[in-house]
């Protein structure tokens, strides 16, 4: 429970659904409902696939281009604190699209893989964590709860995109920034989480 515990609430801080909230009510705002919930419920879908194709097939790719967990922790640990600091600074960029794409986008017929799914619900970040995450200690039940945890995050993501215009008019543009500021906060601390392990690893003596 550990395990699930934690692959939840890290990734659902780096996931962040809630800074996808306006992208998808603009691109959706003239569907219907019933429209609306299936971009959702694939986006999450393809959100969970991404997510698992990082975790099983990361290390592998990793060990091709020779390059060592600790280098992607510490690069992870850098895009980590990268987009926190976007989130707690005020005015900072905490659009994960650019303008263009965003204009692209409204003319696509399915906007669940891009760019909802990718980049914004599965981007650089999250799959770093993902692919962190795998070690060769873990058992078959640790990746089963890993995996779960994958799901969790997709559900709460989904929960959060059926709901996320009711929760724009509750928490207003005021409370839209708090909510950011502190999803950044706990990413700070996830990348800088990030960095120290990976250091501590590569220069043991820096640790005692």
Partial sequence: MEILLATFTTLFSVVNPFSAMPVFLTLTEEDTPAHRAGIALRACIYMIGVLA??????????????????HLRIAG??????????LLTPGGNRSKVSDATLDESRHKDDISFTPLAMPMLSGPGSMAVCIGLFTEKLSFLDMALIFLGFVLVALAAYLILMSSLRLTRFLGRPGMAALARIMGFITLAIGVNFLATAIGALFPGLSR
């Fill in 53 to 70: 194709v990082s975790f099983f097939a990361g290390q592998y790719v990793l060990n091709f281009f020779g390059i060592n967990i600790h």
């Fill in 77 to 86: 640990g850098i895009l980590l604190m990268r987009s926190a600091f976007d």
